[in-house]
């Protein structure tokens, strides 16, 4: 009897999620060792010494792998049971940071632990947050194409992402949004992706076109819009068509000539304006940026430049199509790429296994976001489906906006690559999120709400 049940707690795991996971962090784990590692040196004392960022690492895989084992041998139901408790405890954290908090590299969201280590906790509410969402979708009482449930499931999502942005944690802000792609799938309405869309395409347009010449253009096009509806639209919609178009005018003029202003010079930082005018090829001044005036005291504020990306596109264009070799890239180790560890993880990557060392290590992480969508899709129960589909969402996330961050198409905004980047807590987070996800395909069979 106890063998079966011994049998039982590993019956049904996708080992194919588990080598590919095993493989990424192997990846990281030599990734940080190709940007740590200093010629001449013992390299096998210091992996054992738990002093180097690589031998850190290879300490936190351990303790992910430990960790691992245990949310594979536990019950489906408790995550159920304690999903939003587990949030309310999570946003507790986060607010404890704004009092507790350690403030680095100007953002005051880690909390220092014993050991000099330190804990995110915006990270690891990544995870209540995806147990929550689904835990309230899952409810039987719960019809999500009604609007009611739409908004308080984006109110899960959003209450931790403006605690983000004011911690200065842009890059996680912006994740917590990403988790909209799993309501998507639910039901949520695709005209709010619609107005999403349009709401970035014209806050782009905002920063690459004059702003007199935008304005023309969208008055341009509304007269325009309002003289074929005007021929087609039947006389008695004919005034409630017009007034829409009207409306609509009047709030995208609204939006490029005050709201995106306003949005860049009162509530960023002058860097990270600057960051996203760099990304279009345009300079930001930062004298028009409030908070920047605030610190200096009326002075002219220093503009920061992109030399994180100009070098992150140098390390890696510097490997060509075949890579310099392991641990032979002159910008890694030369540490001319700044947070190399972390964010620009990726250019070790590239310049050392160059464009074919890219496109394969990119296809695996493409295979494992498609395995994790085809254990979403098998799911009997809606919370299991739910859940798979926000680890997916977060990893997808982060794997687009890192990679488009370190070659210049996105701006800088902190933002990790999963399972690569140096760090305990974001190792640690991606590692719980995927282990639950199959602990619940495990049990798949089983409807939990």
Same mark, same amino acid.
Request: charged share 15%; hydrophobic share 50%; proline share 2%.
């Given at each position: 009897m106890n063998r079966k049940k011994n049998n039982l707690?590993?019956?049904?795991?996708?080992?194919?999620?588990?080598? &590919?996971?095993?493989? &990424?962090?192997?990846?990281?784990?030599?990734?940080?060792?190709?940007?740590? $590692?200093?010629?001449?040196?013992?390299?096998?004392?210091?992996f054992l010494g738990g002093k180097a960022n690589y031998s850190k690492q290879l300490i936190f895989a351990g303790?992910?792998?430990?960790?691992?084992?245990?949310? &594979?041998?536990?019950?489906?139901?408790?995550?159920?049971?304690?999903?939003?408790?587990? $949030?309310?405890?999570?946003?507790?954290?986060?607010?404890?940071?704004?009092v507790l908090g350690k403030n680095i590299n100007g953002s005051k969201s880690w909390i220092p632990l014993v050991g000099g280590f330190n804990l995110q906790p915006a990270?690891?509410?990544?995870?209540?947050?995806?147990?929550?969402?689904?835990?309230?979708?899952?409810?039987?009482?719960?019809?999500?194409?009604?609007?009611?449930?739409?908004?308080?499931?984006?109110?899960?999502?959003?209450?931790?992402?403006? *605690?983000?942005?004011?911690?200065h944690e842009l890059g996680l802000a912006l994740v917590y949004l990403s988790l909209l792609i799993a309501m998507f799938r639910e039901g949520l309405p695709a005209q709010f992706l619609i107005i999403g869309s349009c709401f970035g395409i014209l806050s782009l347009a905002t920063l690459i076109v004059e702003r007199d010449a935008l304005t023309i253009t969208l008055t341009i096009l509304a007269g325009l819009i309002i003289f074929l509806a005007y021929r087609q639209v039947r006389k008695k919609q004919k005034l409630v068509t017009i007034t829409a178009i *009207?409306?609509?005018?009047?709030?995208?003029?609204?939006?490029?000539?005050?709201?995106?202003? $306003?949005?860049?010079?009162?509530v960023l930082e002058c860097y990270q304006s600057t960051r996203i005018y760099s990304m279009v090829g345009k300079d930001y001044d930062c004298s028009l940026n409030k908070k920047s005036n605030e610190k200096t005291t009326g002075k002219a504020a220093r503009k920061p430049d992109d $030399?994180?990306?100009?070098?992150?596109?140098?390390?890696?264009?510097?490997?060509? %199509?075949?890579?310099?070799? %392991?641990?032979?890239?002159?910008?890694?180790?030369?540490?001319?790429?700044?947070?190399?560890?972390?964010?620009?993880?990726?250019?070790?990557?590239?310049?050392? %296994?160059?464009?074919?060392?890219?496109?394969?290590?990119?296809? &695996?992480?493409?295979?494992?976001?498609?395995?994790?969508?085809?254990?979403?899709e098998r799911q009997r129960s809606t919370f299991s489906r739910v859940y798979a589909y926000c680890v997916a969402s977060i990893l997808f996330f982060h794997?687009?906006?890192?990679?488009?961050?370190?070659?210049?198409?996105?701006?800088?905004?902190?933002?990790?690559?999963? *399972?690569?980047?140096?760090?305990?807590?974001? *190792?640690?987070?991606?590692?719980?999120?995927?282990?639950?996800?199959?602990?619940?395909?495990?049990?798949?069979?089983?409807v939990l709400r």
């Amino acid at each position: 009897m106890n063998r079966k049940k011994n049998n039982l707690a590993v019956e049904g795991i996708d080992y194919t999620v588990i080598w &590919l996971y095993g493989a &990424l962090v192997t990846i990281g784990i030599l990734c940080v060792f190709m940007v740590e $590692y200093k010629a001449g040196s013992n390299w096998i004392a210091t992996f054992l010494g738990g002093k180097a960022n690589y031998s850190k690492q290879l300490i936190f895989a351990g303790v992910c792998a430990l960790l691992a084992t245990f949310i &594979l041998l536990t019950d489906s139901k408790i995550f159920t049971a304690f999903a939003n408790l587990s $949030y309310v405890v999570g946003i507790l954290l986060m607010l404890a940071t704004f009092v507790l908090g350690k403030n680095i590299n100007g953002s005051k969201s880690w909390i220092p632990l014993v050991g000099g280590f330190n804990l995110q906790p915006a990270e690891l509410c990544k995870i209540f947050t995806s147990l929550a969402i689904a835990k309230f979708i899952s409810r039987q009482e719960v019809d999500f194409s009604n609007l009611k449930s739409q908004l308080i499931a984006g109110l899960i999502a959003l209450t931790p992402a403006a *605690l983000s942005i004011l911690q200065h944690e842009l890059g996680l802000a912006l994740v917590y949004l990403s988790l909209l792609i799993a309501m998507f799938r639910e039901g949520l309405p695709a005209q709010f992706l619609i107005i999403g869309s349009c709401f970035g395409i014209l806050s782009l347009a905002t920063l690459i076109v004059e702003r007199d010449a935008l304005t023309i253009t969208l008055t341009i096009l509304a007269g325009l819009i309002i003289f074929l509806a005007y021929r087609q639209v039947r006389k008695k919609q004919k005034l409630v068509t017009i007034t829409a178009i *009207l409306a609509i005018w009047i709030l995208c003029v609204g939006v490029q000539r005050f709201v995106v202003p $306003y949005v860049f010079n009162n509530v960023l930082e002058c860097y990270q304006s600057t960051r996203i005018y760099s990304m279009v090829g345009k300079d930001y001044d930062c004298s028009l940026n409030k908070k920047s005036n605030e610190k200096t005291t009326g002075k002219a504020a220093r503009k920061p430049d992109d $030399y994180n990306v100009r070098q992150s596109k140098i390390a890696i264009g510097s490997g060509g %199509f075949f890579g310099r070799g %392991f641990l032979k890239g002159t910008q890694t180790r030369g540490k001319y790429v700044p947070e190399q560890d972390t964010d620009f993880i990726f250019t070790s990557l590239g310049e050392a %296994f160059g464009f074919v060392g890219c496109a394969i290590f990119l296809g &695996l992480y493409l295979f494992f976001l498609f395995r994790i969508i085809r254990i979403a899709e098998r799911q009997r129960s809606t919370f299991s489906r739910v859940y798979a589909y926000c680890v997916a969402s977060i990893l997808f996330f982060h794997i687009a906006v890192n990679v488009s961050m370190t070659i210049g198409l996105f701006p800088i905004v902190g933002i990790t690559l999963p *399972l690569i980047s140096y760090g305990g807590s974001s *190792l640690l987070t991606f590692t719980v999120l995927i282990f639950i996800m199959l602990r619940l395909d495990a049990d798949r069979q089983m409807v939990l709400r």
